[in-house]
């Protein structure tokens, strides 16, 4: 029986132990690699999650991942080969994409919701407040919704929904002062969709008349849902 020299065993020892290594960082560099793709949708997460509890909560509806998504952690989780874990990168950055843009959505509508859209409500503010009778209160109003904006465009948070509360009582402070009911609800329906021709009733004109307002607005051809 012929025995195996010693220098040609620890030779082949030694190229195991080199492809071993080999295989060891290579995993190492796609795990790395993996980390550091994964990062900035997990960090994604964690913000609109935390964003999710501001105001109770009760502004976003959610939005459900994908089956997508789900195999993809559950392969990646039983082989994180270079491609299950890129494969997830790609669908886990999709649905942070679309949940982040659906919450955007959320926060715009629940903003909406109580009390019409920030830009015409400022553009509206602006106006009254250069009518006398209303200009301490729409110009109180004003400023807050100037607070505001910058809010409606990212994530909310409790200070966010702190001027959001503010301006809304801001708000029912102005439409209180406005008398009549029937210019009350005119102003009402300009600030939230847009008032029909039905709401500019006599009381109305005259109002704006009187306070030297009716240069101050303007009719456009739509479908207000109020009126």
Do not use: C
Request: aromatic share 6%; proline share 5%.
């Amino acid at each position: 029986m012929t025995t195996m020299p010693a220098w040609l065993t620890e030779a082949a020892d030694a190229v195991s132990a080199a492809t071993d290594t080999a295989k060891v960082q290579t995993q190492v560099d796609t795990l790395t690699e993996a980390q550091r793709n994964l990062g900035a949708p997990l960090a994604k997460l964690t913000a609109l999650s935390s964003a999710t509890t501001a105001g109770g909560g009760t502004w976003f509806e959610g939005y459900i991942a994908s089956p997508e998504v789900f195999e993809a952690l559950k392969a990646a989780a039983k082989e994180p080969t270079q491609g299950n874990l890129g494969t997830l990168s790609r669908v886990l950055n999709s649905y942070v994409t679309a949940a982040e843009n659906k919450a955007m959505a959320d926060w715009a509508a629940y903003g909406s919701g109580r009390m019409g859209a920030v830009p015409d409500l400022l553009q509206l503010a602006g106006t009254l407040a250069a009518v006398a009778s209303v200009a301490p209160l729409a110009a109180a109003l004003k400023d807050v919704l100037h607070q505001l904006v910058p809010a409606t465009n990212k994530f909310p948070t409790p200070a966010a929904f702190d001027l959001l509360d503010e301006a809304e009582a801001r708000l029912n402070d102005l439409e209180a002062a406005l008398k009549p009911d029937s210019v009350r609800q005119f102003f009402s329906a300009v600030a939230r969709d847009g008032a029909s021709l039905a709401m500019l009733t006599e009381d109305v004109r005259s109002w704006l008349a009187s306070n030297g307002a009716e240069q101050s607005f303007r009719i456009v051809a739509g479908s207000p849902t109020e009126g």
